[in-house]
């Protein structure tokens, strides 16, 4: 059973494996210090968006998504931002509320709702700080396909050394978890 609060597994013994060589340490401690400034540019973006806005960097990724096609599905949203749909349905509603955006009942289909912005939602979208998505999701989402690939099998390897027991966290907004909220 997991225990609340614990986010992973203890490190795996490593006292068998050989002492990194003294390049090895340091290129891992510069690699180290590149995630450190990742984590912090993207917690001063988020930070920056809270400040000019009053939503969060995910509420504000959420408009944009509906911005760029109008009448999205809730489900196409959270297809789109890699989130679980009960998170997305979370930030819709706190969107609607503030009155950002609408959602629109199909007259074929009354299951489906159909997301719009609000001309408030779009007036906020055209002053907020860019990029709206978040500046670790543009760099990502800017680099060829052949680096994605290559990080994404590099961060594959970390994840593995670092043995998360939970990984709800990797369908959780970004700016939420910089946040620090559970």
Same mark, same amino acid.
């Given at each position: 059973?997991?225990?609340?609060?614990?986010?992973?597994? +203890?490190?795996?013994?490593?006292?068998?494996?050989?002492?990194?060589?003294?390049?090895?340490?340091?290129?891992?401690?510069?690699? %180290?210090?590149?995630?450190?400034?990742?984590?912090?540019?993207?917690?001063?973006?988020?930070?920056?968006?809270?400040?000019?806005?009053?939503?969060?960097?995910?509420?504000?990724?959420?408009?944009?998504?509906?911005?760029?096609?109008?009448?999205?599905?809730?489900?196409?949203?959270?297809?789109?931002?890699?989130?679980?749909?009960?998170?997305?349905?979370?930030?819709?509603?706190?969107?609607?509320?503030?009155?950002? %955006? #609408?959602?629109? #009942?199909?007259?074929?289909?009354?299951?489906?709702?159909? %997301?719009?912005?609000?001309?408030?939602?779009?007036?906020?979208?055209?002053?907020? +700080?860019? +990029?709206?998505?978040?500046?670790l999701h543009e760099a990502l989402f800017n680099l060829p396909q052949h680096s994605l690939a290559a990080l994404d099998t590099l961060l594959g390897g970390v994840l593995h050394e670092m043995?998360?027991?939970? #990984?709800?966290?990797?369908?959780? +907004?970004?700016?939420?978890?910089?946040?620090?909220?559970?």
């Open positions: 059973m997991k225990s609340k609060g614990k986010s992973a597994r +203890p490190a795996r013994n490593r006292s068998a494996a050989k002492a990194p060589s003294s390049v090895d340490r340091a290129l891992a401690l510069a690699l %180290l210090k590149k995630f450190r400034l990742i984590i912090n540019v993207a917690k001063r973006h988020y930070r920056w968006v809270e400040e000019q806005c009053g939503i969060n960097g995910a509420q504000l990724w959420v408009l944009w998504e509906i911005d760029h096609a109008p009448g999205l599905r809730v489900s196409e949203l959270a297809a789109a931002m890699a989130m679980h749909q009960s998170t997305v349905s979370n930030l819709i509603e706190k969107l609607a509320r503030a009155k950002l %955006l #609408r959602r629109a #009942r199909d007259d074929a289909d009354q299951r489906v709702v159909a %997301l719009h912005l609000t001309a408030a939602g779009r007036a906020l979208l055209k002053r907020a +700080p860019q +990029p709206a998505r978040g500046r043995n998360p027991d939970d #990984r709800a966290p990797m369908h959780r +907004p970004l700016a939420e978890l910089l946040a620090g909220k559970p």
